[in-house]
């Protein structure tokens, strides 16, 4: 029966690639998480009235922000590829395209990480202070510990973002069930194929989007 | 134990300035509840952020037990914080963290190891009436509840000063005192010095020793709670006393009485400490031919002594009215004519 329906279908070669889908997704959204964090944390310390406030830091993180956030992702990688074959040897393959998604999504994380923050009650911040709290403290015991059901719904529609990404990194070549669809299913005209593809696709999302919301749920006391 | 001398706090620079606290100089004894009773905007809120560094000021110096708060910074600063804790107006409690781990957070803060916080904790649960709610989550908890956490929580360091930032305002009328009770006898039992700022002069008369009016930055009015319900000197003081002794049923039935018998004169009496168990009343009557009217009688408990006014209405012959009043100054009692025709 699926033979049937999916004639065009090399099983073998739709298991790599989705394991090269997960593969790219799962990294990138590891190194985004870390990175758009960081930025958003430096982002919110660094603004008016705040614990490390320091308008040129400030402006500077935010400008960056913006413009990567900003820069459509497909020409993005391409603007990248010095950099990607500086980085990683190569430009082609999964690894070559972490870079990109990497560079793509952490600054759009560092902005729902700003707002995430930016939700907080400056009460309890100062609360914390007034317990006499290092600012080491205050941002991973108050600020992350506070964040963390919005830091986490965050990071889901970022992986399922990223899982975007990896299919539009798929097409200039890196592998994974972006590749499949547009070399062997959409220029080949085998619409099965394409077809597989994106219910593979549909699958990740969605498994994203659970193990997402089961977290968030854990987290959330209020 | 707090020393505050000259202190300004200014915000902002240059013309577009504005003086938040100007000139306050305060002395608060170790082992003193101190209320600190002003309008929103009179910088209350300012300068009991003053006393904990949260607010650095502009000139002056802010000494606690001999340490200039002040003039420090860095972790000296945040060190001497845990010996002057604080509670908030909208508990800011920590709503990832269990009750239990909430009040052990000072504890984490100062260092202090698992083992010892625990037993901590529990003493302080215990103290402040939560047994049974250590594993709650603040959203699972009254309003009272909480702000006891955060007095829990206040109290983990074993401060030395307790400062309460408009601690009942977000209270209930029964919580409220509840929660006062609770800091009263925090007081007494620890000898942990308190200062409270508020707008609700039924805090101050509950549990202040003393009290401080804030106006526009400055104090204008300072002295033993008893003193000031009895002779207020400045009009916002008065009027601040007036939210206690004079409700507006009160007012309501003066200008009722005042319809009802035009001819009257109608005196506030005013009692303080002892005269307010003498038959002062009694004796009037009898030694004078007047009819008298009772329109309203109040006492308010404070801490130095009962405070109660008679609200009076003397029918009679003027002079006799007269040499009733005068009997009524021989035997200590302050009177205050509210209106005559």
Known sequence: ?222 | MIHLSDVNKRFGIGTTSISAVEGVSLEIAKGEIFGIIGYSGAGKSTLIRLLNGLEMPTSGSVKIGGREISAIRGGELREARQKVSMIFQHFNLLWSRTVKENIGFPLEIAGVRKVERERKVAELIELVGLSGRENAYPSELSGGQKQRVGIARALANDPEVLLCDEATSALDPETTDSILNLLTDINERLGLTIVLITHEMHVIRKICHRVAVMEAGKVVEIGNVLDVFQAPREAITKRFVLQVTEPVETRQAIAHIKEEYPSGSLIKLIFVGERTEQPVLASLIRKYDIDVNIVQGNISHTHGGAYGTLLLQLVGDADVIAKAINYLHEEDVKTEVIGSD
């Open chain 1, 1 to 222: 029966m699926i033979e049937n329906l999916f004639p065009h279908v090399d099983w073998e070669k739709m298991w790599e690639a989705t394991q090269q889908t997960l593969y790219m997704t799962a990294v990138s959204t590891f190194f985004t998480f870390v990175i758009g964090l960081a930025l958003g944390v430096l982002l919110f310390l660094s603004g008016p009235r705040q614990l490390w406030s320091n308008k040129i830091v400030n402006v500077i993180i935010g400008a960056i922000v913006n413009v990567y956030r900003s820069i459509p992702f497909i020409i993005l990688i391409i603007l990248l590829i010095p950099f990607t074959k500086f980085l990683i040897g190569t430009i082609r393959g999964p690894d070559a395209a972490l870079p990109a998604l990497i560079i793509g999504a952490a600054p759009f994380y560092a902005r729902m990480v700003l707002i995430a923050l930016q939700e907080i009650d400056k009460g309890v911040i100062e609360a914390a202070k007034s317990m006499g709290a290092k600012t080491r403290t205050i941002i991973f015991k108050v600020l992350l510990a506070e964040s963390m059901p919005a830091l986490l719904s965050g990071i889901t529609v970022t992986a399922i973002a990223l899982v975007g990404y990896t299919a539009m990194a798929g097409a200039i070549g890196a592998g994974g069930l972006g590749t499949l669809a547009y070399f062997e299913g959409f220029q080949r005209n085998r619409n099965d194929i394409t077809i597989m593809a994106t219910i593979l696709i549909l699958i990740i999302v969605f498994i994203i989007q659970f193990i997402g919301d089961v977290l968030i749920k854990r987290f959330d006391k209020r």
